[in-house]
């Protein structure tokens, strides 16, 4: 099943200045604006690599990376290691930690069911990920992927083994992160034991696995690498599915430029399928939502202005089974699944080359901005959803299928920079 490996990982010095300035979260959720904050703190920031602009972006970032391993801004460690990588945070109101792994994984066709997604995917994204790798072969960043353990043998390694004092430990604000470096070769043994029998769940960068696969077969078709070199594994962090820490936050779905929409019409041809229930006072959207959610029913608030909004609730699951029989009931009880077949294909015409294109939906993970954006007339309305469970996100790529884009938001986002993954192939 799924193969791991330790790997010499690229850590910046201390001569780079401090990891804090030196790291940022994911580049597809920074702006311009903040990219250029980061920079102006220090310009070795890793948003200069991951996130290159310019006239010739990616052949900066390799120059770039180039010219920091010759200087020692950038350094490979000289053993093979695992890093274990935890984020101290707070969600809904609580403190959580969530803790796993980083190494590198054997890239596997998803056809093989070792690997397996949950997301479709967007080819514009997969293109900038591919051309930056040409020119770097470096990972800046890790692919976030959950594994069953119901032992949980591995996390009680790993809580083992980062009982000392963190290698790297900083708060950015929002989040505290620390990382061990794990060498001891037995240790690293054993943990690879582990997953020999184990699949692996992509939560989080299936734009970046996808673009690996398609880099390792042109590394391979260019004659720089043979099956097994560095181009066959890719970085990865690896998190227990049933760990506490794990958090999923929903992404609502906003609609814009439809002609002619009517949203008591449409409520009213919901009502063949859904209770409708309305409701005055946008603070009251939230715990109503909570309770459906504890209660596991399918439902979803719809507002479109105003102090008041209606909830929506399937009142038969069986229901997606005429509208969808040949999917699994994953995937068909899925409340993303249930809102875009039922109502915004059915009843507002949005199909999905629609969706794809996002021609009138579009996406916010943030809730007071759903509400705002219909407040201040950029949206005709917000449909806002209550979290992806995870087991449903297992349960589905164990089906061989996929959810809509934007079903899952896992918070807090890894942060890059803390550890590369340099891919040593002679060109």
């Given at each position: 099943?799924a193969e791991?490996q330790?790997?010499?990982?690229?850590?910046?010095?201390?001569?780079?200045?401090?990891?804090?300035?030196?790291?940022?979260p994911?580049?597809?959720?920074?702006s311009e604006?903040?990219r250029?904050?980061?920079?102006?703190?220090?310009?070795?920031?890793?948003?200069?690599l991951?996130?290159?602009k310019?006239?010739?972006?990616?052949?900066?970032?390799?120059?770039t990376l180039q010219?920091?391993m010759?200087?020692g801004?950038?350094?490979q460690?000289t053993e093979p290691?695992?890093?274990i990588?935890?984020?101290?945070?707070?969600?809904?109101?609580?403190?959580k930690k969530?803790?796993?792994?980083?190494?590198r994984?054997k890239?596997e066709?998803?056809?093989?069911?070792?690997v397996l997604?949950?997301e479709e995917?967007?080819s514009?994204?997969?293109?900038?990920?591919?051309?930056?790798?040409?020119?770097?072969f470096?990972?800046?960043s890790?692919?976030?992927?959950?594994?069953?353990?119901?032992?949980h043998?591995t996390?009680?390694?790993?809580?083992?083994?980062?009982r000392?004092?963190?290698?790297?430990?900083?708060d950015?604000?929002?989040v505290i992160?620390?990382?061990?470096?794990v060498?001891?070769?037995?240790?690293?043994?054993?943990?690879?034991e582990?997953?020999?029998?184990?699949?692996?769940?992509i939560?989080?960068?299936?734009?970046r696995y996808?673009?690996?696969?398609?880099?390792?077969?042109?590394?391979r078709?260019?004659g720089?690498s043979?099956?097994?070199d560095?181009?066959?594994y890719?970085?990865m962090?690896?998190v227990d599915?049933e760990?506490?820490?794990?958090?999923?936050?929903?992404?609502?779905?906003?609609?814009?430029?439809l002609p002619?929409?009517?949203?008591?019409?449409?409520?009213s041809?919901c009502?063949?399928?859904?209770?409708?229930?309305?409701y005055?006072?946008?603070?009251?959207?939230?715990?109503?939502?909570?309770?459906?959610?504890?209660d596991?029913?399918?439902?979803?608030?719809?507002y479109c202005?105003?102090?008041?909004?209606?909830?929506l609730v399937?009142?038969?699951?069986?229901?997606?089974?005429?509208?969808l029989p040949g999917m699994s009931?994953?995937?068909r009880?899925?409340?993303?699944t249930i809102?875009?077949?039922?109502?915004?294909e059915?009843r507002?015409?949005?199909?999905k080359?629609?969706?794809a294109?996002?021609?009138?939906?579009?996406y916010?993970?943030?809730?007071d901005?759903a509400?705002?954006?219909v407040?201040?007339g950029?949206?005709?309305c917000a449909?806002?959803?209550?979290p992806?469970?995870v087991?449903?996100i297992?349960?589905?790529?164990?089906?061989?299928?996929?959810?809509?884009?934007?079903?899952?938001?896992f918070y807090?986002?890894?942060?890059?920079g803390?550890?590369?993954n340099?891919?040593?192939?002679?060109?």
């Amino acid at each position: 099943m799924a193969e791991i490996q330790s790997f010499r990982g690229l850590r910046y010095t201390a001569k780079a200045g401090e990891p804090r300035a030196l790291t940022c979260p994911p580049y597809d959720i920074i702006s311009e604006e903040q990219r250029q904050a980061y920079l102006a703190e220090n310009p070795c920031n890793v948003i200069r690599l991951e996130l290159p602009k310019g006239e010739d972006p990616y052949g900066e970032a390799g120059r770039t990376l180039q010219s920091w391993m010759e200087d020692g801004i950038l350094k490979q460690d000289t053993e093979p290691a695992l890093y274990i990588y935890e984020e101290e945070f707070t969600a809904y109101g609580q403190k959580k930690k969530v803790k796993g792994l980083i190494c590198r994984v054997k890239l596997e066709e998803f056809s093989k069911g070792i690997v397996l997604p949950h997301e479709e995917t967007l080819s514009k994204a997969k293109e900038d990920r591919f051309r930056l790798m040409q020119s770097t072969f470096c990972n800046f960043s890790q692919i976030y992927s959950l594994y069953m353990d119901e032992e949980h043998t591995t996390l009680s390694r790993i809580d083992l083994l980062s009982r000392d004092t963190p290698r790297y430990e900083f708060d950015d604000g929002e989040v505290i992160h620390r990382l061990w470096v794990v060498n001891d070769k037995a240790v690293i043994g054993a943990i690879q034991e582990d997953f020999r029998d184990r699949k692996l769940y992509i939560a989080d960068g299936h734009h970046r696995y996808e673009t690996a696969l398609n880099f390792r077969n042109w590394c391979r078709e260019q004659g720089l690498s043979q099956p097994g070199d560095d181009p066959d594994y890719v970085m990865m962090m690896l998190v227990d599915m049933e760990h506490d820490g794990l958090v999923v936050f929903p992404t609502h779905r906003l609609i814009h430029g439809l002609p002619n929409f009517d949203s008591m019409a449409l409520l009213s041809a919901c009502e063949d399928l859904f209770t409708v229930t309305h409701y005055e006072g946008l603070d009251r959207i939230q715990p109503v939502l909570d309770q459906e959610y504890a209660d596991e029913h399918a439902a979803f608030a719809f507002y479109c202005g105003g102090k008041e909004w209606d909830l929506l609730v399937l009142r038969d699951l069986s229901a997606m089974d005429y509208f969808l029989p040949g999917m699994s009931e994953a995937s068909r009880h899925l409340d993303v699944t249930i809102l875009h077949t039922l109502i915004l294909e059915k009843r507002l015409g949005i199909d999905k080359e629609n969706m794809a294109k996002q021609i009138n939906l579009s996406y916010t993970r943030d809730f007071d901005e759903a509400i705002a954006s219909v407040r201040r007339g950029e949206n005709q309305c917000a449909f806002l959803l209550n979290p992806t469970r995870v087991t449903e996100i297992r349960d589905v790529a164990a089906a061989g299928e996929k959810m809509p884009q934007k079903s899952t938001y896992f918070y807090p986002k890894l942060i890059t920079g803390l550890v590369m993954n340099k891919m040593n192939v002679e060109r």
